[in-house]
């Protein structure tokens, strides 16, 4: 009997007679000889048909197929006679399921990426972009493991919503019934509400900045994991930072080899993930970069050729704690041993891929917390649920952001975070 079988699944049916469904991904043969490559979204195979095998008519269709014709093809799975690992159909049946109407704009040729970025629908059918793609779903699959098996709740935290989280100089206005509304920039607020109610809660989300920049790390939607711990402080917050993100690029290494190679990343930058991260101050990173030459200065905020700089130093992520508080949210606890500071952290990744995460202890006294609402000139009513959560039970607690996208092109080793997610959202593109 002939099975339906995947690609991937190919190493266990060597010997037997399967049925793989999918599209032409390149062609090239001879008189004799006609060597398909076939992709149905779990791998490529190469399917050899030739014209010894098959009927004339079966040979002369397989010499006539275009790229990205929709094929079912039937064969015996041999195992490559020289690549280890690498499997092979010989045809002796194909069936046309559809013929491309027009010419496939995504060609073997070098295109621009605006091109490309226009073709996105199609692009993803390409190699690269499959394997980013894969790695971004183990990525997501490890994150809610890891919070799932490590006792926190997962809570859904509203897209919607009456106020501004980080600033609002990013918030995306919308019309909700009449009134404004702001599509969420972080489902913080919501975390600290469940951290009273769950103790250990996450959400994990897409999220919205209104960015005016046009950077390789910026994206106006984004996909974001927020823990929030009860009586967890700074230091805890490191801790479980640094366990987390080790324990998602663990996991990535071990189910993701083959896609990691199409991607040709250094993989030896991530097994160094197995030590402990280095911590150290503001002060400290604006003396990294004062040494190599910099003017930045005690008080300056980091751009993204800082973070590069600072990160250089180490090979693997670097958490930087304290910064200045005027730089900061509104919500971050005061060091209590020098106000003007924040009980904050951002973790830094290597290889110039900038901020990962975002995160600190936040204020739990509602006098305090109420002087930077207003510094912050936010608007008080707005926030009046979210000070309930220092009136009824005040608690120290922490937690942090984990943007997807940037932890994506940090671990695949590409250069912009637009091709991190299926379909980006960026400052021009809303298409497709
Ligand atoms: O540092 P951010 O702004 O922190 C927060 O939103 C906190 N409320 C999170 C928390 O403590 N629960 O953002 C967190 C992370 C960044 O480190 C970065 O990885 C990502 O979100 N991020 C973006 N990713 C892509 N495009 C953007 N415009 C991003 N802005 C932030
Ligand atoms: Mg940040």
């Known amino acids: 009997m002939t099975e339906d079988v995947y690609i991937e699944d190919l190493a266990s049916h060597v010997g037997d007679h399967v049925r793989i469904k999918g599209w032409l991904y390149n062609r090239r043969g001879s008189k004799r000889i006609q060597f398909l490559e076939l992709r149905d979204g779990s791998g490529i195979v190469q399917a ?13 269709l397989a010499g006539s ?15 490559h ?3 280890e690992g690498v499997f092979e159909l010989g045809v002796d049946a194909l069936t ?13 040729k070098e295109h621009g990426v605006e091109f490309l970025m226009d073709h996105r629908h199609l692009w993803l059918r390409s190699k690269r972009q499959h394997a980013i793609l894969r790695v971004r779903a183990e990525i997501i699959a490890a994150v809610r493991a890891y919070f799932d098996d490590h006792g926190f709740t997962l809570i859904d935290a509203p897209i919607f919503t009456p106020n501004a989280c980080e600033g609002t100089s990013t918030l995306f206005e919308t019309d909700y019934h009449g009134s404004p509304a702001y599509l969420t920039q972080s489902g913080q607020l919501y975390m600290e509400a469940a951290a009273a109610a769950f103790g250990r809660a996450y959400c994990f989300g ?16 984004f996909w974001m994991v927020e823990p929030e711990v009860a009586f967890m402080d700074l230091e805890g917050d490191m801790d479980l930072a640094e366990d987390f993100v080790r324990s998602v690029v663990r996991r990535v290494l071990e189910r ?18 197995d030590g402990p991260f280095p911590r150290i101050r503001y002060d400290e990173a604006i003396r990294i970069l004062q040494e190599a030459g910099q003017d930045t200065k005690i008080g300056d905020d980091f751009g993204a050729d800082d973070e590069t700089l600072i990160a250089s130093h180490f090979d693997r992520p670097v958490m930087v704690t304290h910064y200045p508080m005027e730089q900061k949210a509104f919500y971050f606890k005061k060091d209590p041993n020098d106000p003007t500071r924040a009980l904050c952290m951002d973790m830094l990744a290597p290889e110039g891929y900038g901020e990962i995460i975002g995160g600190g202890q936040r204020e739990d006294d509602l006098a305090t917390l109420d002087a930077a609402i207003e510094a912050h000139k936010l608007p008080m009513e707005a926030f009046d649920w979210y000070r309930d959560i220092r009136r009824y039970g005040g608690f120290p607690h922490a937690g942090f952001g984990l943007g997807i996208e940037r932890m994506v092109a940090y671990v695949c080793g590409i250069h912009h975070v ?13 298409s497709p």
């Open 48 to 60: 050899i048909v030739s014209e010894a095998d098959v009927p004339a008519d079966v040979f002369a």
């Open 65 to 79: 197929l275009e790229q990205e014709s929709s094929l079912i093809v039937e064969g015996a799975v041999r195992a």
């Open 81 to 83: 006679p020289k690549q």
């Open 96 to 108: 046309l399921v559809a013929a491309p109407s027009r010419e496939y704009p995504i060609s073997n």
């Open 206 to 221: 897409p999220t919205f900045r209104a960015e005016k920049s046009k950077t390789r790390r910026h994206l106006a939607e």
């Open 256 to 273: 993701r080899a083959p896609e990691l190679k199409v991607l040709e990343r250094d993989t030896t930058k991530l097994e160094a993930l």
């Open 418 to 430: 637009r091709e991190a997610i299926p379909f980006p959202r960026m400052l021009s593109r809303l």
